[in-house]
């Protein structure tokens, strides 16, 4: 089996957008007044799950994957 590759070998550490900067941008969307229920989870929910993505889309960013995985449209 081989070892997963990165495209251009930097050193330099990656971090998502923070969840408090995600939350900021949800507050002005999801709040209680709006009928929501729940709304501070749901915000926490939806940060938490931006912030995953974000990781994934780096992730397949930087691994070369084989042409058996990855497609080309």
């Known amino acids: 089996m081989s070892e997963l590759s990165r495209v251009g070998e930097d050193q330099v550490t990656w971090y998502p957008c923070p969840i408090g900067r995600l939350e900021s941008v949800?507050?002005?969307v999801l709040?209680?007044?709006r009928g929501y229920e729940h709304v501070?989870?749901?915000?926490?929910?939806i940060a938490y799950n931006?912030?995953?993505i974000q990781f994934q889309d780096k992730?397949?960013?930087e691994i070369k994957l084989?042409?058996?995985i990855s497609t080309k449209r």
């Open 26 to 28: 949800l507050k002005k």
């Open 31 to 33: 709040y209680t007044n």
């Open 40 to 45: 501070y989870a749901h915000r926490k929910n």
């Open 50 to 52: 931006l912030q995953y």
């Open 59 to 61: 992730v397949l960013q």
């Open 66 to 68: 084989s042409s058996v």
